[in-house]
């Protein structure tokens, strides 16, 4: 009886874990705000962010490749691409080739939102919008429905409020000593 009871609980456990792994292929349609989901992309420099139950494409920043394996921007001799489409000049494990390419990407204009609620989000919660925390570099705020919800970047990256995303501090703009006024902080000049 006791081992028919284990095998149901272990049986469980595969079923669960087959059902989690498969809830990662899409967003969730009610999505906890606390909890960030990430989606793998079919190119091995970007991921999608769920936002409001949809997928909101993210790049990471230059030279740097998307590990499934600790779900973070990361250096590209530490991930696996896993059959994902490759950058030119990146030295992944699946990569053959040693070429070294420099590349020039435009970023996208970001939208800027017309008017904010008194914390800096945006007042239509529909605006993806991420907004510098006050005195760390690494971390950020994700406005969700008008609530900021912290975030860090990976080590090493600051966060970049003019492009929205993690970067790298000399391009970041991170300032060394940080002003007390939250709200100069916050907007884009």
Known sequence: MRHQVFGIIALLVIVYAAVGRAQLEECPKEQDTHVAWLLKHDDCEKFYLCSMGKPVEMSCPSNLLFNLDTWRCDWPENVDCEGRNIPEGSNSTTTTTTTTTTTTTSVPPIEIPDEFLPN?????????????????????YYCVW????????????????????????????????????????????
Do not use: Y
């Not at 990256?157 to 006024?181: E, I, M, S, Y």
């Open 146 to 189: 008008g609530e900021l919800i912290m975030r860090n970047c990976p080590p090493t990256l600051h966060f970049n409020r003019k492009l929205q995303v993690c970067d790298w501090p000399w391009a970041a703009g991170c300032p060394a000593t940080f002003n007390k006024n939250l709200t100069s902080r916050l907007s884009l000049r």
């Open 120 to 140: 800096g989000c945006p007042l239509n919660p529909r605006i993806h919008w991420l907004l510098p925390h006050e005195t760390d570099c690494n971390a950020f």
